[in-house]
C-alpha cells in the first residue's frame, strides 16, 4: 500500500505584483491550519492537473481575477513539512490580470511592499518566497586582502555601490580587528537604512546584535552545527556559507538565504572541485530557501544563474 503522507503536497502561489510594487497576501480563515497566518494565495493542485491551469483556477477561484500562464515568472520552489505532512510551494510572480481581487473565500486581504511584510506574520512556508521577492540578484562580498589600513577608502567604496544600486553587501575583511569591522558596519548603516540594503558582517553574531537594523550576518559554514535556533530577529537579514545538501538543510531553519559553492573554478581556491550548474541545480531547487552561486561567478551571470535556480549571483572581484 502507498503512504500518501510520504508524496509532497503540491501547492501553486501566485505572487501578484501591482505596479507600486506591492504583493497581495491573504489570511487565513478560523478554522484552517495555521489560521490568522497570511500567504501567497493559492492553492493545491487537483488530481491529474497541471501546475500552471491549477494556479490560474485557484486564483480565480480564491480572488476572481484571471492570469495568463505565460504572464507568470517562476520565482522559487519551497519544499516544506507541516508535522507529518509534505508539500511543494511552487510560487509564480504575475504583474498583469484581469479583474480586481476580491475576497471570494471570506480571507482577508492584504497588499504590502514586500520590505514593509511582518515575516512572523507569514506562514512558515511563506516566508522564503517573501525574501526571495526581498532579495536582489547580486550579492557582493568585500575582497579578503584589504588591509586595516584601508578602511575609509573601502567605506567610500562601499557607499558609492549602495548608491550606484547595490542592495546586498557582505563585509569580508579576515584581516581586521572585529571591532573595526563593526565600526564601518555602524558607519554605513544610516546610508543602508536609507536606501534599503543589507549589510551583512562575516560571522560576527554578536556584531550583528549590537548594530540592530539593517545589519545582519553571513554565517560561516562552520557555525551551522553549532547553533539550534535562528540567531537573529527576523528583523535582521542572515546569509549562510554551504557547499552540500548536508549544510543547506541545515540553513533552512537559521538563514534567510544561502550561498552555494564552488560552481566554477576560482583563482582563491584552484583545488576545490567545482560543482557545475547541473550539480548546483539539483542542489540549489531542492532546498527551501534561496540560494546564490558563488564561485566563479560576475554579475554578468545573474541571469544565467537563475535559469539554473538561484536566486542569483555572488561574489568578490568582478562585484566591485
Known amino acids: ?79 516544506w513539512h507541516y508535522g507529518d505532512r509534505g508539500l511543494l510551494l511552487d510560487a509564480w510572480q504575475f504583474t498583469r490580470w484581469r479583474g480586481t481581487p476580491m475576497p471570494l473565500e471570506g480571507q482577508a486581504l492584504n497588499w504590502q511592499m514586500p520590505w514593509e511584510v511582518d515575516l512572523t506574520t507569514l506562514a512558515p512556508a511563506d516566508r522564503p518566497i517573501l525574501q526571495a521577492l526581498r532579495l536582489p540578484s547580486v550579492y557582493a562580498i568585500t575582497p579578503a586582502d584589504v588591509s586595516p589600513c584601508d578602511a575609509d577608502a573601502w567605506h567610500a567604496h ?8 547595490a542592495r546586498l553587501i557582505q563585509l569580508r575583511f579576515p584581516l581586521w580587528p572585529a571591532e573595526q569591522v563593526r565600526d564601518l558596519a555602524e558607519r554605513l548603516q544610516p546610508l543602508a537604512l536609507q536606501h534599503r540594503a543589507r549589510l551583512l558582517l562575516n560571522g560576527d553574531i554578536e556584531g550583528a546584535r549590537r548594530l540592530g537594523p539593517g545589519v545582519g550576518v553571513h554565517l560561516k559554514a562552520a557555525q551551522l552545527d553549532a547553533l539550534t535556533d535562528r540567531p537573529l530577529p527576523w528583523s535582521q537579514l542572515i546569509g549562510a556559507s554551504c557547499h552540500d545538501a548536508a549544510q543547506l538543510s541545515l540553513s533552512v531553519h537559521l538563514a534567510d538565504f544561502a550561498t552555494l559553492s564552488p560552481v566554477a573554478p576560482t583563482a582563491s581556491h584552484p583545488d576545490a572541485p567545482a560543482l557545475g550548474w547541473p550539480r548546483f541545480q539539483g542542489l540549489a531547487e531542492p532546498a527551501a530557501l534561496p540560494v546564490y552561486a558563488l564561485g566563479g561567478m560576475a554579475p554578468t551571470l545573474a541571469e544565467q544563474a537563475r535559469r539554473h535556480g538561484a536566486q542569483g549571483v555572488a561574489g568578490i572581484g568582478s562585484f566591485w
Open 1 to 79: 500500500m502507498n503512504d500518501t503522507h510520504s508524496i509532497p503536497l503540491h501547492v501553486m502561489a501566485g505572487v501578484l505584483r501591482d505596479a507600486q510594487g506591492r504583493v497581495l497576501l491573504a489570511q487565513r480563515p478560523a478554522g484552517k491550519h495555521l489560521a490568522g497566518f497570511w500567504e501567497f494565495p493559492g492553492g493545491k493542485l487537483e488530481p491529474g492537473e497541471p501546475p500552471q491551469p491549477a494556479l490560474v483556477r485557484e486564483l480565480n477561484e480564491e480572488l476572481g481575477v484571471l492570469v495568463e500562464p505565460q504572464d507568470g515568472v517562476p520565482l522559487i520552489r519551497i519544499p
Open 158 to 165: 562601499i557607499a558609492d555601490a549602495i548608491e550606484r544600486g
